[in-house]
């Protein structure tokens, strides 16, 4: 990763279910989550993600739930 | 009534004839309790993210039901007790549905709405005298 040009280039915060208008995160949706799980598996945070408080925690809980399912890994291998 | 969603992960040893005896089985459970089974998403044969006892790989089956909490109870003691399923999860949707609906129509007036300047008029008074001190 290339580290980030400070004061020049400062992305636009935009929470991705916001703006597609998902209001039910859906736990079975691996593929959706998979985008919020970096290659160690854990949550990705929402400082870099982006997502706004009400969606992180509605993505946390599905990520639990799919977790537990064996849909997405507890940690990667 | 809630409605729920109840997935179980169930052992890839089982042929699918067994399967879907199991899940007919479950159907008989849900509609004897004076449930509603809504639908059956068989997603087959999936690859687990991680091992789950000494299997790689497993089948999914999703349950959507109208019922109450007693029919839930029953479905997880029969889960329990049956040794080929692996893992069950099930999930009250019918308050989350209904919020996201809400949602929904919240949303669409909103944006019917949105052409009419009237907010804007009203906060502009309000505005002003706040920078009058300076």
């Known amino acids: 990763m290339v580290a980030p040009k400070r004061f020049s280039i400062r992305r636009k915060r935009i929470c991705k279910f916001c703006a597609e ?14 985008h919020f799980i970096p290659e160690r598996g854990k949550i990705l945070p929402r400082r870099i993600s982006g997502v706004c408080s009400i969606h992180q925690r509605l993505l946390a809980e599905a990520i639990k739930r799919a977790r537990h399912l064996a849909i997405i890994p507890f940690v990667a291998d | 009534m809630r409605v729920y969603e109840v997935v179980f992960v169930a052992a890839p040893t089982l042929s699918i004839e067994e399967l879907e005896a199991f ?26 993210a ?8 497993a089948y999914y089956v999703v349950l ?45 007036r909103k944006s019917s709405t949105k052409g009419t300047p009237e907010p804007q008029v009203n906060i502009e008074p309000e505005a002003a005298p706040a920078e009058q001190p300076m």
Request: hydrophobic share 35%; aromatic share 8%; charged share 40%.
């Open chain 1, 21 to 34: 208008k998902i209001s039910y995160i859906d736990f079975k949706d691996g593929k959706l989550l998979s």
């Open chain 2, 64 to 108: 959507s039901l109208e019922g109450d909490g007693a029919i839930i109870a029953e479905l997880e003691r029969r889960f329990r007790v049956t040794d080929y399923i692996v893992r069950f999860l099930s999930v009250r949707i019918d308050e989350d549905t209904k919020r996201s609906e809400k949602l929904k129509t919240v949303r669409q």
């Open chain 2, 23 to 48: 899940i007919t089985n479950m159907q008989a459970v849900i509609e004897g309790r004076n449930g509603k089974l809504l639908k059956i998403d068989n997603w087959g044969k999936k690859s687990l």
């Open chain 2, 50 to 57: 991680y091992k789950i006892g000494k299997f790689r790989e």
